[in-house]
């Protein structure tokens, strides 16, 4: 198998969109978690407690998927390197590496969205049932 210098180049563009948007998930959870931790110390709920850490677990994935992401970009560079210095065998090993730690990086985003989705639904399953609540209290003050 030949591998040549352009083939870890095609991962540049990938790699760069995928780092910015883990940066863009980074700084919204950093703006939810200031907020979450002004209104607790307003008011001490174990709700927002919950919230916080579940923000937590979220934050290390994306510490986590940042990392991998970087790693693949840095391998992709360094095959490149590799290639350009004519070494085949090293650079197909290096950026076998490369993909293997931007496959970590996805699958760890894919973790970090079945929280986040979870969260929101907990969310919303807690709205549903006040509206709930409410409506059968109508209902039993209507008869």
Same mark, same amino acid.
Request: aromatic share 8%.
């Given at each position: ?28 959870? =950093? ?7 002004? =209104? ?101 003050? =209507?008869?």
């Amino acid at each position: 198998m030949t591998l040549h210098v352009e083939t870890p180049a095609l991962l540049f563009s990938a790699t760069s969109l995928i780092l910015l948007a883990y940066t863009n998930r980074f700084l919204t959870l =950093a703006t939810i978690i200031r907020g979450l931790k002004k =209104a607790y110390k307003e008011k001490e709920n174990r709700m927002i407690l919950l919230e916080i850490k579940n923000l937590n677990l979220r934050l290390t994935l994306i510490r986590f998927m940042q990392m991998a992401g970087a790693a693949s970009l840095f391998l992709s560079v360094l095959t490149m390197l590799v290639l350009f210095l004519d070494y085949q065998i090293m650079g197909i090993y290096l950026f076998g590496l490369s993909l293997f730690a931007l496959l970590i990086s996805l699958a760890l985003c894919i973790w970090e969205i079945n929280i986040s989705v979870g969260a929101l639904r907990l969310h919303l399953s807690d709205l549903t049932h006040k509206e709930l609540e409410k409506e059968h209290q109508s209902t039993t003050e =209507a008869k």
